[in-house]
C-alpha cells in the first residue's frame, strides 16, 4: 500500500490554515503560527485487534516499542509500517524501550489518600521510559523526522527531562545535541544524564524561557534541528501516552485524563490524539482534561480560569484572545514575576503550546487548577508507598485529583488517569521531604 503524500503539515489558526510538506523543518507557519502534523488517510478502527496482538513483539522492536506498536496513527514518514526493514531504516526507536513499560496502574495507598475507590483511578507511570521521563515518546517521533531530513544536529532548551532524552537519543543515532539550559536552575541529577550521552550544556542567565529563545535562535541561525515541543512531531510521539492508557481501558474513554501542566506539550498531545480518534469513531466519549500548574508557575491557571483582567481564556473555536496573553507576559516582566517551584519539569511561565492547549481544554471541556509545591511533594511521596518512583511535578497529578474531587468537580465515581510524567531525577527531594517529622507521609531515619 502506497501511502504517499498522505501526511503534510498545516496550521493550527483555521483563518490561516497554511500547510507545508512533512519534510519541512518549519516549526511555526509563515505567519508564526503553531503547526500540527495532518494525516489524509482514515485508520480502520481494525488495527486495534493489531496493537492488541503487538504486545506480545515476537521480537519486533518496533512491537516492543510502547510507540511504534502504534505506528499506523502517526506514519508521518508514509512507510509501509508492516515492512521491518522499512521500519528499521525510519523510524528511531531505543532498542524497543520507549514506552514499553508505560501503561496505567491501581495504586491503592494513592487512591486512598485521593479519596476515591481503587478501581476507579488509574495512574500511568512515564518514568519508566528509558531516560526516566515522557520524552521518550516523543523524542523518539522528533528524532525520526530529524533523520528522515538529514539533520546532524539536534537541540533543545530544557530544565532536566528534555536534555536527558534528546541526548539518549542523538548517542544512538550519532548526532549531535546541544542543550541550552537556564544557569543555576537545574538539579544536578537532571544534567548529569545530558553530559553522561555526551550532549553539549549551553548555559543562559535567565530563566527556562529565555534558554529556549536562545536555543531557537540557534536553530534558526545555525542549521540545527529543534526538539523542543515546539516541534511538532515530538506531539505526535506523546499521542502514544493516551493511547496506551486507552488500549489497556480496551478504548472504553475514562472521564477524566490529568496532566500537570508545564510547556503544555502532553495536554496538546492527549488534545490531537482525543480529536482524531474521536473522528476516526475509535472512541465515542471525549474524557476531560484536567492540567494540573503549580502555585509559583501558574499561567495557564491564571489565564483560564479570568484571574488577569477578568476574562477567562478559551481558544473560541481558533480565535483565541492573543492580546490577552502577551499583556500577563507583559504584566509578568513589569513586575519581575518568574515562574518558581521545586518542581522544576514545570517551572515554566510560557507554555510553548499553550494554544493547542487551549484547543485540547476546549474539545474535551477541560479544566485547569493549581497546587502547593508541599502538596506535590505529598503526592509524590504517596506514590512512592505502592512501589513507584516518580517525581515531584508528578505528584502535581495526585494531589490535582484529589483537589478536584474534593471540589466535587471530578465525581467519585467517575473514572480517573493520571499521568505520571517522570522518575525522581533529585534524590534529596525525598530524603529532605522524610527528614521532617511534619510532612504528612514522612518517615524520619532513626538511631
Ligand atoms: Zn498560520
Redesign the pocket.
Known sequence: MTMQDDAYLK???PQ???EYPIKSTNV??????MLDVKYKNKPSDKLKEEFYKRRNSLGNIFNESGVWRFRELLNFCQIDTENLEECSKYLVSLDGAEGRQSKPYHMSKAAKFIGTSNENLWLQPEGYNPSGSFKDNGMATAVTHAKMIGAKRIVCASTGNTSASAGMFAANEGMDCDVYIPAGQIAPGKLGQAYQFGAQIIQVDGNFDDALKQSLEDVQNNNGYTVNSINPFRIEGQKTIPFRALEYLNWESPDWIVYPGGALGNTSSCGKALMELYEWGWIKKIPRIAVINSEGASTLSDLYNGKFEEEELRWNKGKPNIELITRYYNHLDKEGIRPKTKATAIQIGRPTNILKGLRALEFTNGIVTTVSDSEMLDGMSVVGLNGFDCEMASGATVVGIKKLINDEIIKKDDMVVGILTGRQKDAMLPVEYHNNPENKFAKPPKN
Open positions: 496550521c493550527i489558526d490561516c490554515g497554511l511555526q507557519c509563515d505567519k508564526g503560527h
